[in-house]
Structures are given as structure tokens and as C-alpha cells.
């Protein structure tokens, strides 16, 4: 009924999305050895870090470092929040950055101060710059299917905000259901139309997992026509705008459940959970994942 | 691209499948409004118990006193897993009876010391019985995609165990991943066949949530036409062969899941946390589940 694809790509979010809201400052040295250990498991494409205001979020003060000491195999992603963090991206040797739009007008002023079309026009010299110096950029769409503040988003709106990105040359598309609200059938029927309408540029469908229709919603998207998924060892991240919510869809679950559909994915899942038990004993939180409790009690 | 069902119906198994490998002791006054809350919440059929001998499971010794005095509202489910059993139930006054035969012959082995073969013989005078009282059958088929000690199971074994239950005029076929690792292609696979060879029996998918598959595999299933889950609130149960392993798939996340898709259940979400929050204090371990924690956060 379906043609699934014999391949799929997981970007690993852990580093940068996962790390970033985590109370307990983790050090630059075990932020190396969680990423050497990603990588070695099979992951070539990771959110290492991101070029953000040390005062707004101090656990990424070390991007620059993190930058000159991370394994430079497949791509590492640098977040740049704006024109500063790009320069500072470019600058350490970033190949491969992400920026983030929201697609609600609300929940970008709420994180900015600016509507969507502001941020839109903060970041468009951004883009232009890195595409001049031949990087590539990865355009995160967040809040793509709700908003904390205005609910349901309509999809024409993150059509458009898509196509404005296309034209101005991103590489990717990462889009988000960043409170982890979106159901199978909104994400199928958006992924369909994402698919169908940009099919030349790298389309990516990044879930929470607050609800628990994460698993779901990548087999739907999965049925869409993605083949690219962020994810996050251990489960780890979380929107600070909902405190309840745990993080985003684990890696080490997804993997699995590609490994069991006959979808490779290059990546080791065992392996997988030795990177996040490399991180886990420096974090605020617990690891819930399925496949890492199984790890622990070396049912793997 | 598929047809879904505009209803659903859940089968809520917690306080039956749920408590019963609870190591806690949990009072009949605790059950009692634990399923009188669940039943408040609009689930119209519920496991509350099992005639199981109270030397092997102590926290169903109370079968008898649930049974008299839980509300008779919808269907009652009580398990009854051989002939004894099955008269205490009969005689209890049940009206619905759930009876198990695992695929697997080592499953069956390791649990009652018989082939599946030998099982189903044990199993066909009771339905017998039972039927004779105009008494709903409900056959639990466990281990119908793996087993711990098997692996894989023959997709026609299921189906030829299936077809000896339907013959022997049971009114319900409820299909378990019992140690949680099926897939989604697996379970459209094999309830679509099943949907297809048995049209007029009620047929029931029951998910484990071990490798966090399960709500991908709901949506898989209901693609495939099955319309009735078997749930647990608060995600209770879990597989005594698999330590690490979380419990069943949660009433209030897959609620919630069909509800945002507009699928009917009847079911109120808050309410079904309100009524795991009367039993979570009583067991030994955490309620994970993504509704349940919104519901303490106070986000629902």
C-alpha cells in the first residue's frame, strides 16, 4: 500500500536540542565523549552546538571549543540564533548550520520579541551569507503543527514559510511539532504536501514526544515520504514552554524500530545506548527510553 | 489513502492485566474505585479480575468479592485460565470471560506446562461451558508475534489458532504482542489477514510498549480495520520475562491519540488520569505515561 524507502537518515539532536535546556551545566570534555560516542555508533549527522548568547543559554558557552574539538566526519551542525552566532559559526569552521523560524507569530515574539516575518527578515542576510561562503543550512521550522499560545497552525502558513526558505536557498527543512501535539493523520497529511511541493530540497520531520505520538507520527511521516528524522539519544530535551513534557523521540527507539522494518539506518542501537549511559550519570533527569531501559538491564 | 473508523472501542485491561504482576498488595476497596472511576470515565468494557489460582497470583485472591461488587455496567471481563476457573467465574456470576492460549509452545510451556496444542484442548471444554451460558468469550491469543524464547512466530500458526478459537464460537479474538516488539509493518500485516479471514468476530489488537512501537503500531492496526485496543490507564503491566520492560500501552495516551484524530471512544482522558490517580499511590512503581504526566503538571 505503501513504498517505504530501504534507507532512512537520523540526525542526532542530543548535543544541541537535547543539552541545551538540561539544568546541570555538563562539561565540554563529557559534551565530547557523548558526541565521540554517537558517532562512533553510526551517526553521521549531529547537532553539535550552538552559537547563542552564553547568557541565555550557558550550557552552549562552549561551542567554540566544542566546534574545534569535535570528530569532523559527516556533518556537524552549528545552531546560529542570528547574525552574530552565524559569524561566530563561520568563523570556528561551521560546514553545516541550522537557524529556526517559528512558524507562529506568537511564540516567535515570545522567544525573540519579533513576528514570524521579522524573524523571517533577521534571518534572510544570515542565509545569504553562509550560502556566499558555501555552507550548509539547515532551516528549522518549529511549531509547525501548535502553538503554546495560539493552538492549531494552519498549513498554508508553513507552506509559505517553507517556500520563502527554499527560495532563499536553504539546503533542509527540519519541521517541527515542537510541543509534541501533532497527531499521525496531520503529520501524514502534511509531510505528503511538504513532500510533494519542495521536492529537491532535504525535508526533515523532528518530533516531541510529550504525548506520547512520536513512534506514530514518524511511521506516518515515514508513509509521507520522509526519510530524514531528528532525534535525540536518551530522549533527551524537552520545550521549556511545557514542563511536563519529556523530550524529543528517542534515537536509540527509533533506530530500533527502523532496524525491525528492514530500514537501514547505519547506525548500532547497543552502541547508541553506551553514548547516552556516557552522558546520563551528568544530567538532571532520568533516561525513560525504551530500548536504554532494556540496555540497563542488559536485556540487549 | 485509508478508510478509518469514525469509532473506536477500548478495552481497558489495568485492573486485571495491569495490577496483577503489581508486587504491592492492592486492597479490594482500592480496585473497587480504581474500576468504578474508570468505568466513571466512559470505558464500557473492562478486565476487573481473574479466577487465577491465589497461590500463583495473591493480588487476584479478591476475584470473587470484585466481581460482587463491582458496578455491572457494559461488560465485565474476568480471566478464567482453566475449567476451575472457569466455574468460579460461572458461578461468581460473570457474563464475559477472557481465556489465553500463547502461539508459542515454549510460551505455553514455561507458563502451564503444556504445548499449545495441549492448551487448546484444556481450553475447548471450558469455551464449551461457557458458551452453553450464553456467556461472551473472549480469547486471548498471547505471543502472537514473538516469544522470549522462540522469536519470530509463523504468521499462519497465528492464524490457523485464531481460526480454531472462531470455530469453537468464541465472540472476541484479542491478538497480543505480549513481550512488546512487533513493528508497525508487522501488525498491518498480520491484523489485516486476520480482518480479512474473520469477518464477524470481534477482533482486538493488544499492544506492550517495551520498545515504544505500540502507539505506532495502534495506528498501523487501525489502518488494517481493527477498531477495539486493548489499553491499560496508567500504562499498569508489563511481562514478567522481560524485567526492564514498561507495562501495556496506556488508555490515556491512546485516548488522547484518537481523540485528536477525531475517532470517537467515549472515553473522557482527564477523567482516566483522575482514575489512575487513585491507584497510582498504591503501587510500586511510577506512572510514566504522557497524559498522566500533563495531568500532574497540570496541563490537560
Redesign the interface.
Given at each position: 500500500?505503501f513504498i517505504?524507502p530501504n534507507n532512512v537518515t537520523i540526525i542526532e539532536v542530543g548535543p544541541r536540542d537535547g543539552l541545551q535546556n538540561e539544568e546541570n551545566q555538563v562539561t565540554t570534555r563529557d559534551k565530547l565523549t557523548f558526541i565521540s560516542a554517537l558517532q562512533k555508533a553510526g551517526i553521521t549527522e549531529i547537532e553539535v552546538t550552538s552559537f547563542v548568547s552564553p547568557k541565555w543559554v550557558p550550557q552552549m558557552a562552549d561551542a567554540k571549543e566544542i566546534m574545534q574539538k569535535v570528530e569532523k566526519t559527516g556533518r556537524q551542525f552549528v545552531l546560529a540564533p542570528n547574525a552574530v552566532g552565524a559569524d561566530l559559526a563561520i568563523e570556528a569552521g561551521a560546514k553545516s548550520v541550522a537557524v529556526f523560524v517559528g512558524v507562529s507569530n506568537s511564540f516567535n515574539k515570545h522567544n525573540i520579541n519579533r513576528t514570524t516575518n521579522e524573524s523571517l527578515q533577521l534571518v534572510e542576510p544570515v542565509i545569504a551569507k553562509l550560502k556566499a561562503q558555501n555552507i550548509f543550512v539547515r532551516a528549522c521550522i518549529s511549531t509547525a503543527f501548535y502553538c503554546p499560545y495560539e493552538g492549531q497552525m494552519d498549513q498554508y502558513a508553513v507552506l509559505e514559510l517553507c517556500n520563502r526558505f527554499v527560495k532563499l536557498g536553504v539546503d533542509e527543512l527540519s519541521v517541527a511539532d515542537t510541543i509534541?501535539?501533532a497527531?499521525?493523520?496531520e503529520c501524514y497529511s502534511l509531510f505528503k504536501k511538504l513532500r510533494e511541493r519542495f521536492p529537491d530540497v532535504l525535508l526533515t520531520a523532528h518530533f516531541h514526544?510529550?504525548?506520547?505520538?512520536a513512534?506514530?507520527n514518524?511511521?506516518?511521516a515515514l508513509q509521507a515520504g520522509i526519510t530524514r528524522f531528528d532525534t535525540s539519544a536518551g530522549g533527551l530535551g524537552g520545550c521549556p514552554f511545557?514542563?511536563?513534557?519529556?523530550g524529543n523521540v528517542?534515537t536509540e527507539?527509533v533506530v530500533?524500530?527502523f532496524d525491525?522494518?528492514?530500514i537501514q539506518t547505519g547506525i548500532d542501537v547497543k552502541q547508541v545506548c553506551e553514548a547516552v549511559s556516557t552522558i546520563a550519570p551528568h544530567l538532571s533527569r532520568s533516561i525513560?527510553?525504551?530500548?536504554y531501559?532494556?540496555y540497563?538491564?542488559e536485556?540487549l
Open positions: 500500500m517505504l509534541g501535539r497527531n499521525p493523520l514526544d510529550t504525548r506520547k505520538m513512534m506514530a514518524i511511521y506516518a511545557a514542563p511536563g513534557a519529556t528517542a527507539d530500533q524500530m525491525v522494518m528492514g525513560e527510553t525504551g530500548m531501559k532494556l540497563e538491564n536485556q
